[in-house]
Every structure is written in structure tokens, then in C-alpha cells.
């Protein structure tokens, strides 16, 4: 039904700044919100942030508040992140999601991720 499509992954130095864009598609969907996960690897995906489509509202895990931030597009329905002062912990493939408004229900869909490695 939704397809989300991943881009602005790459290899940047610790210090620097990264923007990724998660743009959505299909038909006939209702965005609740959209976010961003991680998984590095040995580790657990995790959630990094998400803004409703609504109202503008952010949501931010702690070990990025301060650092990254979170924007929307609802015209082009597309979520960015834009992540600024990166640290070699912050190298994990990143998944955008999306949480749509069903007739009754949520449907979370998911991207193929992204992947961001910062050097040392």
C-alpha cells in the first residue's frame, strides 16, 4: 500500500553534519506520523525520533537530543532528519517509518534504510 524510500546516507567525520529524507508513496494514506529508527550492528533497533504529521509535534531519544533534528514536508510527504555534530556511535543503517491512519487501526511501514557511518 506505502512504499517509504531512504536517501542521504554516506561516510562522514565525527563532528560533522548528515541530512537523510525519507520520501512516502501510494495511494489513498493518511500519515499519523513519521519517524526514524537505527540498528547498529550486535545491537537492537532503536528509536531515534518522529514528528506528527499533524500538529508538528517531536519526539527525540535522549542520546540525540541536542544533535539532530526532525522536519516534515506534508506536501511532498517526506520526513528528514537532519543529524549535526555525529559521533563514530552514531554509524547504524537508519529506517524510516511511518505510521498511518487506517479506518479503525495504525499501520506502521518501514524503508529499506539508509547507512551512516562516521569516522573517527
Known amino acids: 500500500q506505502v512504499q517509504l524510500v531512504e536517501s542521504g546516507g554516506g561516510l562522514v567525520q565525527a563532528g560533522g553534519s548528515l541530512r537523510l529524507s525519507c520520501a512516502a508513496s501510494g495511494r489513498s494514506f493518511n500519515i499519523y506520523n513519521m519517524g526514524w529508527y537505527r540498528q547498529a550492528p550486535g545491537k537492537e533497533r532503536e528509536f531515534v525520533a518522529s514528528i506528527t504529521w499533524s500538529g508538528g509535534n517531536t519526539a527525540y531519544a535522549d542520546f540525540v537530543k541536542g544533535r539532530f533534528t526532525i522536519s516534515g514536508d506534508n506536501a511532498k510527504d517526506t520526513v528528514y532528519l537532519e543529524m549535526s555534530r555525529l559521533k563514530p556511535e552514531d554509524t547504524a543503517i537508519y529506517f524510516c517509518?511511518?505510521?498511518?491512519?487506517?479506518?479503525?487501526?495504525?499501520?506502521?511501514?518501514w524503508g529499506q534504510g539508509t547507512q551512516v557511518t562516521v569516522s573517527s
Open positions: 517509518n511511518a505510521r498511518l491512519i487506517g479506518t479503525l487501526l495504525f499501520s506502521d511501514y
